[in-house]
């Protein structure tokens, strides 16, 4: 049984997106221990800053994610 081609691509996107997630997030940690060690020092705000844009940019990819799954369940419904 083959997979229709926009089937895979849908899995292909979710794929991407839930890589591009976990990179988000690990940058976000790791901009956050900096700053925290950094704390007070110039330009530890900054770094902050760029942590706070990552943790968003997770949340909108998150979001993403969340409309592709529901798009997928709905043009490809399980079947038993």
Do not use: C
């Amino acid at each position: 049984m083959s997979t229709d081609p926009v089937q895979k691509a849908m899995l292909d996107l979710m794929d991407v997106v839930s890589d591009d997630i976990i990179y988000a997030e690990a940058l976000a940690n790791e901009l956050v221990q900096g700053a925290k060690a950094l704390s007070g020092r110039p330009g530890s705000e900054s770094i902050r800053d760029t942590a706070l844009h990552w943790r968003v940019k997770s949340i909108k990819l998150r979001m993403q994610l969340a409309a592709l799954h529901e798009e997928y369940a709905t043009r490809f419904p399980f079947k038993m």
